[in-house]
């Protein structure tokens, strides 16, 4: 199952900076429904912060649980190229990252491909 | 006390720490006219206009009457006005004469002196720079996003640890000179330095002993003054960024100055006196 997502119908900014800017999606996710994907897609939105993205793997992993076993979460339609900080978030979360050829980003988290 | 500003004046560094050196910051303060006189001074980096904007704040918070004389150059005059220096001043109750000094709008100023307190006006602010942006078309289209980011995580630094009793001070403004375009973002804010933030995690204490140590400290990952595992991130992101060709990061805090960028790679020394830190990210485009 995949969980689809469009950020700008629920964060209607284009610069999207605090982790108070991420709560909203916790409920989105609880409304959807978690699958073994889920791809967030943020056409409309231009810029991010690394402590945005932060807080929004954060979330993740508390919609997720433990026990689950690995997300496979794909950033569709990213403002900026796939740079350093982000990759940093992602380990702090012990996920992986990588860019696709499209642009997309995918992050795994151990023990997923 | 008249704290006189040079010919050109880049940063905090280049005052006499005669004054300057005097902090704003401290309880024992104790001067009760204080004079920032930039008569002389025919340039005016984004670096020192912040100074200009956040010294003489603290100086008034700790009770001085503060005053600032504006650049007998009518052209500065009419930059710093523009920008947002006098006003920013003026509503503090700094004394700034800008009688004839007419308001200029200046396309190439992004986003005007902003002062903000809280993370809700910088995430605003952001927006407003990519409005800004997308509006006036100035510079590569690609490098939009960037600027907005690297913006927009200095300005949560300030907020999140700064401690500021005046808040913090933002602007972003494109140049075009003959040897390229530029994007400048500079933050600053009148509280604690980095120092004295990432002292308060009782894991680095002993690692920063002076304010030089602290700033080079901060840029790296993870490390920040809560001690939280995912936390400490936006420096060195922002550092990272910066390490690109003709992109350049300064980091001023206290008495501790860093920069980097590509051919620098990453350098720091003592300097003159910034009361508080003070970041500035030039990005090319």
């Known amino acids: 199952m995949v969980t689809n997502i469009r950020i700008h119908d629920i964060l209607s900014k284009r610069a999207l900076v605090t982790r108070e800017s991420a709560r909203p999606i916790r409920e989105a996710l609880v409304q959807a429904g978690i699958g073994g994907e889920i791809d967030l897609d943020f056409s409309g939105v231009d810029a991010v912060t690394p402590s945005f993205v932060d807080e929004l793997l954060s979330i993740l992993a508390d919609s997720v649980g433990p026990g689950v076993g690995g997300i496979r979460l794909v950033i569709a339609n990213p403002p900026t190229r796939l740079s350093e900080k982000f990759a940093a978030v992602a380990r702090a979360h012990g996920m992986a990252i990588q860019e696709l050829e499209g642009g997309s980003w995918v992050l795994t988290s151990s023990g997923t491909q | 006390m008249r704290i ?114 809280s993370e809700t006006e910088v995430e605003r602010l952001a927006n407003e720079a990519l409005d800004s942006l997308s509006r006036t078309g100035l510079g590569a289209a690609n490098v939009h996003p960037l600027v907005t980011e690297i913006f927009a995580e200095l300005a949560l630094n300030a907020v999140q640890h700064a401690q500021s009793p005046i808040g913090a001070f933002g602007f972003i403004q494109f140049y075009e000179f003959d040897y390229g375009r530029r994007f400048v973002c500079t933050v600053g804010d009148g509280g604690i330095g980095i120092r004295r933030s990432l002292e308060q995690n009782p894991l680095l204490r002993d690692r920063v002993a002076y304010d030089w140590d602290a700033i080079e400290l901060a840029l790296r990952e993870r490390v920040s003054g809560t001690g939280e595992a995912t936390r400490g991130i936006g420096l060195y992101g922002v550092a990272e960024d910066m390490k690109r060709p003709g992109r350049q990061l300064i980091i001023h805090s206290g008495i501790g100055m860093l920069e980097t960028s590509e051919e620098v790679e990453t350098s720091s020394r003592r300097t003159g006196l910034f009361p508080g830190t003070l970041a500035y990210a030039s990005i090319t485009t």
């Open chain 2, 4 to 117: 006189q500003t040079p010919h050109e004046f880049h940063h905090a560094g280049d005052l006499s720490q005669t004054y300057a050196g005097n902090d704003p910051r401290q309880p024992t303060f104790d001067k009760p006219n204080v004079d920032i006189d930039m008569r002389g001074s025919q340039f005016v980096r984004p670096a020192a206009l912040l100074w200009g904007a956040i010294y003489p704040l603290l100086a008034a918070v700790n009770g001085s009457k503060c005053r600032l004389l504006v650049p007998e150059n009518a052209g500065v005059c009419v930059y710093l006005k523009a920008v947002g220096l006098f006003g920013a001043l003026q509503a503090a109750g700094v004394e700034v004469d800008d009688r004839g000094i007419r308001m200029r709008g200046d396309r190439q100023l992004v986003l005007p002196l902003s002062r903000f307190n």
